[in-house]
């Protein structure tokens, strides 16, 4: 650090008779904003008077057989010290900040106090009870070794000041840090968190955006529609031709559906019919060999399950069956003199007594 020196260079000797004596400009440096010349003349030093227009013909630039530049602008500089932790592996770096101004550029020069760090930092070092305050802590424990620092800092510069020949000096604030490691695993477990934190936080807004669509599902394709007219990412007539679409394809679906109604409840009814058919045929003919059968009650029976109209085997059937003779005449059922001759109906009988031989 180039401070409060900035450079320092050697001139050589200006030969010649004293009224043609004259130093080259470019012999001496550019002087820097807020910074002094400081001309070593023999064994003195002496500053260039300050707001002169520099002279190449001064006496003290011409006999001066070197120059420095010192920075006279109040400056923040730091300063560090490391101090023992409780364990062996870890420290506490102590940095403490300082205003430094020049007082006397001549001072500084002939001291030639390049950085001024190097003095600041053996200040540092003089404080021989300083490292306690970190011997008794941890590491992690930084935050109570920063209290404990900065009280002793504090302390410690009301008792003895900085002293900077020269220079005034005057102590700002000390901080206290943790070893690299630490600081790099601090970080490390912080970014982790952040980057869960950030998870975490993406996660709760798409189950809120997801529960957010949801309700707007459940509400209808219309409002549905119209949130998307709103926020401008439909078009109104786009909307309106899949509207209509739906529509045509819902009504053609319901004409369908039922349409396949009707056909199969029609084919049921159909198959209904025929199967009551086919058993009252069936049942005629099982009965064409009975005896004891009322045809015409049986007919009007059939006429009623089939609507009225009598299938045309249905109706042979029946007629088959009443020209059947019901059963095997007996020898004395052709008597004139019995009793009890059948009634003018086929099929029922007039006398009790005819059952019995």
Not at 46 to 69: I, K, N, Q, Y
Not at 176 to 186: F, G, Y
Not at 222 to 238: K, L, N, P, W
Not at 299 to 312: F, I, Y
Request: charged fraction near 30%.
């Amino acid at each position: 650090m180039n401070y409060p020196v900035i450079a320092e260079h050697i001139l050589t000797t200006v030969q010649g008779t004293w009224w043609s004596r004259r130093r080259r400009r470019e012999d001496v440096p550019p002087l820097p904003p807020g910074a002094a010349y400081v001309f070593r003349v023999g064994g003195n030093y002496r500053t260039f008077p300050e707001g002169m227009v520099f002279d190449p013909a001064h006496p003290d630039v011409l006999d001066a057989s070197s120059v420095s530049l010192v920075d006279t602008r109040a400056r923040l500089v730091e300063v560090e010290r490391t101090l023992p932790s409780m364990s062996e592996a870890d420290n506490f770096t102590v940095r403490a900040a300082f205003t430094c101004q020049v007082t006397d550029p001549t001072i500084v020069a002939r001291q030639g106090i390049i950085d001024v760090t190097v003095p600041l930092r053996a200040y540092l070092m003089g404080d021989s009870d300083l490292p306690r305050m970190g011997a008794g802590h941890r590491v992690e424990e930084v935050n109570a070794v920063r209290i404990e620092v900065s009280h002793r800092m504090t302390a410690y510069s009301a008792i003895v000041p900085p002293r900077v020949a020269g220079m005034s000096v005057e102590f700002v604030s000390a901080e206290v840090h943790a070893s690299d490691d630490l600081r790099d695993w601090e970080q490390k477990l912080r970014d982790e968190r952040r980057a869960w934190e950030l998870q975490r936080g993406q996660r709760d807004f798409e189950t809120e955006d997801a529960r957010r669509i949801a309700e707007l599902l459940s509400q209808g394709s219309d409002h549905v529609d119209a949130f998307g007219i709103a926020r401008q990412e439909i078009d109104v007539t786009q909307a309106a031709a899949r509207i209509h679409r739906a529509t045509d394809e819902e009504s053609a679906r319901r004409h369908t559906a039922e349409t396949s109604d009707r056909a199969h409840a029609q084919a049921r009814e159909t198959a209904e019919a025929q199967m009551r058919r086919d058993m009252l045929l069936t049942l005629l003919r099982q009965m064409g060999g009975s005896e004891y059968v009322d045809y015409h009650q049986v007919l009007d029976q059939v006429l009623r399950e089939t609507g009225g109209q009598a299938a045309p085997a249905v109706t042979a059937a029946a007629d088959s069956a009443r020209m059947v003779e019901p059963g095997t005449a007996r020898a004395g059922s052709a008597a004139a003199g019995r009793a009890g001759a059948r009634d003018a109906q086929v099929g029922f009988v007039a006398d009790e007594d005819d059952l019995v031989d």
